[in-house]
């Protein structure tokens, strides 16, 4: 009788520990990993929350930038690390959706199920572009029919087979029936060096590198990837006004090893939205081509789950393989 007692007393106690672990945390210094190098817009997105959090709670936030095999290397180790609230991660749209689309086979980590997610931080828009000498198209169904006139002919770049360059302007032919010949490039740069030249005609391009040279006049940008209209250019109308269903917004968010006490995540995704929503916050991202974001643990799951499925879908359909 005093073990079943001992025990019911134990198991009573178990939601009152779960959230002492929730308000006494964190007593001890967190490691945020990041994986990509140091110096670009991700790692200074990451580096604002680590010094937000730390100057909130007075405990050191580490950041330990982890790059490698496509943002992978790091998320592996936020993966595999303790589920205490100590190690925490930047993931996004290539680590966590398509890479583990189109290497299913062997991947080190399951991209939803092995995190816990804490804040969708940020989404970057893509914006399709087209050489302004070499593409008379000046508008966006102008520039579907002369694909559906040019089948398989017109020549599009992206920063890689695989990547969300590559998978948006899959999703963009897939929904508008027409083809295009991908030819793929190591990085963005070499990809927009040819673009402006002519050797490739169009592209689905992050707008942080291709939008200066759309003021220029070089290139034309005929709609922006995500669903609602970009902050940086008001007048350019969402891809998906065109064609309905498109919506494509590479993302980073912050997460949590699988198993992460949800005392512990909801303190981390309350303190993170709040940070997002200062008006010194927006402008900051701005200046790096980020829409902030700043969503809830149960909502970020659920869109870390749906974009998982829909790149799933879109390198089946356009039978995308690893390089």
């Known amino acids: 009788m005093k073990t ?24 001890r210094p967190i490691k945020l990993v990041v994986p990509v190098p140091p110096g670009g817009a991700a790692d200074a997105m990451a580096r604002m929350i680590g010094e937000h959090l730390q100057a909130k709670w007075g405990q050191p936030v580490v950041v330990e930038n982890k790059p490698g095999a496509g943002s992978s290397l790091g ?31 062997g991947y080190p980590y399951q991209p939803v199920k092995d995190f816990a997610a804490i804040s969708m931080v940020g989404v970057t828009p893509l914006v399709l572009v087209v050489n302004a000498e070499k593409v008379a198209a000046k508008t966006l169904p102008e520039f579907i029919a002369y694909l559906k006139a040019n089948p398989g002919a017109v020549p ?9 360059l ?4 899959e999703l963009f032919l897939q929904k508008t029936g ?6 793929p490039y190591k990085g963005s740069a070499p990809m927009l060096s040819d673009l402006l030249s002519g050797q490739v005609v169009a592209s689905m391009d992050a707008a942080a590198t ?3 040279h759309v003021q220029t ?64 916050t927006e402008a900051k991202l701005r200046e790096r081509g980020i829409v902030r974001v700043g969503s809830s643990a149960k909502d970020f799951a659920q869109a870390m789950n749906d974009e998982f499925e829909m790149y799933k879908k879109i390198v089946k359909d356009a039978g995308i393989k690893p390089e």
């Open 217 to 280: 006049g070089k290139l034309r940008a005929l709609g922006v990837s995500t669903s609602e209209r970009a902050f940086f250019a008001p007048e350019l109308a969402p891809i998906r006004d065109v064609v309905p269903g498109f919506d494509v917004k590479p993302w980073h968010g912050m997460m949590a090893p699988a198993g992460t006490p949800p005392a512990i995540v909801n303190k981390l995704s309350d303190e993170i939205q709040a940070f997002l929503r200062l008006p010194t």
């Open 178 to 183: 027409t083809s295009m010949i991908h030819v």
């Open 75 to 105: 998320m592996d180790a936020v993966a595999k690390a303790a589920p205490d609230g100590y190690t925490i991660g930047l993931g996004n749209i290539a680590a966590n959706a398509i890479n583990p689309a189109v290497r299913p086979a």
């Open 156 to 164: 599009y770049g992206s920063s890689g087979s695989g990547s969300s």
């Open 210 to 212: 291709s939008w200066p």
């Open 4 to 27: 079943f007692l001992s025990w019911a007393l134990c198991l009573a106690l178990l939601p009152l520990a779960a959230l002492a672990q929730g308000t006494d945390y964190p007593t």
């Open 166 to 169: 590559h998978i948006g302007m």
